[in-house]
């Protein structure tokens, strides 16, 4: 079946520091692809999606883009903020259930 | 505000002793569903409803049960907890049809403890 596989966690990062957390995916089809953002105590809200092949998601200084011949959805950013201290989690949704496959999830500790 | 709100938050219960987390959306998304977060198994979907009275197993559906009479609200059921259900729940809702983006829209999440 489908599946989402993400680089173990925790990530421990200086403040400014360059950032990437790698997400892999297996799946039949052309799924789309998400990360989501859960902050300490809070619910996962979506951090920046691509729908196809090549599409580049961005959002608040992260990207990532759609590598089929990969199946890749890196998640980077250039200057990572004390802010940006949360759990990622990589994603995909295919078929007509709206249904999310989660990674499990990388916990990014960033120092002031 | 457009929110998906559970309640409740935070629960510490014992086995055996049936209880209801709710789950109501404002947004009138015909699309909600259940998942369990735990550590290093990322987020598993318990449940899921397409709409009014439509509802379906997610991958781990066992000892847990919904219902969707009515289209804001999806509660999860737990009639007889056991300590492996101790875990982190959330609720999520989106559209279907032509206004579907994809996202999943999360509450903030039930915290449940089964001694």
């Known amino acids: 079946g489908d599946s989402v596989t993400q680089m173990e966690g925790p990530v421990t990062l200086s403040e400014e520091a360059f950032l990437t957390i790698n997400c892999t995916y297996t799946a039949t089809g052309y799924p789309s692809l998400f990360w989501y953002v859960q902050y300490p105590g809070e619910g996962l809200q979506l951090l920046l999606k691509a729908t196809k092949a090549d599409d580049k998601g961005s959002n608040k200084g992260f990207e990532a883009t759609y590598r089929k011949e990969t199946t890749s959805f890196h998640l980077e950013k250039g200057s990572v903020q004390v802010s940006d201290s949360a759990v990622y989690f990589c994603a995909l949704s295919g078929g007509a259930t709206n249904k999310l496959i989660f990674g499990t999830g990388t916990l990014l500790a960033v120092q002031p | 505000e457009a929110q998906v709100t559970q309640n409740p938050r935070y629960l510490i219960t014992v086995t055996g002793k049936k209880l209801t987390v709710t789950c109501s959306q404002n947004m009138n998304h015909e699309y909600m569903s259940w998942y369990r977060q735990d550590p290093g198994l990322g987020l598993r979907q318990i449940y899921y409803s397409m709409n009014v009275e439509v509802t379906d197993k997610g991958d781990v559906p066992e000892g847990y049960k919904v219902s969707r009479k009515e289209k804001r609200n999806f509660p999860l059921i737990l009639e007889s907890p056991s300590p492996n259900q101790t875990s982190l729940y959330f609720c999520?809702?989106?559209?279907?049809?032509?206004?579907?983006?994809?996202?999943?829209?999360f509450g903030e999440g039930s915290r449940l403890t089964v001694l």
């Open positions: 999520a809702s989106t559209s279907q049809g032509p206004r579907n983006t994809g996202e999943l829209f």
